[in-house]
């Protein structure tokens, strides 16, 4: 079989299937290159080394995010933008570490932040303010997507039995607020933490629409 034809398009497309499998600990250029079919040293032809391979990936994320569209209500906007965020990042959870870590950004990842600010500004903020609402607002989708994806539990289900069997259990009898919370909020029918999200995002641009007042 000839040996496969490599394009900078093919190498990042591999990197990022290989990442979001596996985590960014298991990606080498040795382990991508075998997977590729080829030599390692064949990698460098299309990218110059692991750092640039990864300034790749991460601006593959963010071409898939939705941007927010300036013309629109800025309010809408960025909630279907941070809808869009935290979507992204569950199918790719080895980015979220690298998305504000990159030193030479990528085309995608300018357009990104090029279009929250545009928006921003056409809705009525100051320069200041700009910079507190983008800031506030990512760092409620970030960190929430940190935490939904660190829990020792996934479902309402598993949340129930963590706070209802094992260790935990007998503990929470010293802490009599954290019970309540239990009992009231964890054990109660229908919880999951995911439904936090999108309550937590209207407070933060209720936080966020009181700049302009």
Not at 11 to 23: R, T, Y
Not at 105 to 128: K, V
Not at 150 to 155: I, R, Y
Request: overall charge negative; glycine content about 8%.
């Amino acid at each position: 079989m000839p040996p496969r034809k490599l394009t900078r398009e093919s190498v990042l497309d591999a990197a990022v299937v290989m990442a979001d499998a596996e985590g960014l600990s298991r990606l080498t250029m040795r382990r991508l290159a075998g997977e590729l079919g080829v030599e390692a040293m064949s990698l460098y032809h299309h990218v110059a080394n692991k750092d640039a391979l990864l300034d790749g990936m991460v601006d593959r994320v963010y071409a898939e995010v939705v941007l927010p569209d300036a013309s629109g209500d800025w309010r809408v906007e960025l909630r279907r933008r941070s809808l869009s965020v935290r979507e992204v990042l569950g199918r790719h959870p080895w980015a979220l570490p690298l998305m504000e870590s990159r030193r030479t950004p990528g085309p995608a990842t300018l357009a990104y932040h090029d279009a929250n600010i545009a928006c921003l500004r056409a809705g009525g903020f100051s320069p200041r303010h700009v910079a507190h609402a983008y800031a506030v607002v990512d760092a409620f989708v970030y960190g929430f997507v940190l935490q939904e994806t660190t829990l020792p539990f996934d479902s309402g289900a598993e949340a129930a039995d963590f706070v209802s069997t094992g260790p935990l259990a007998e503990l929470l009898a010293a802490y009599p607020n954290m019970a309540w919370f239990a009992q009231h909020v964890v054990l109660a029918d229908g919880y999951t933490f995911a439904r936090e999200f999108e309550p937590g995002l209207e407070l933060v641009l209720d936080g966020v629409a009181a700049l302009l007042d």
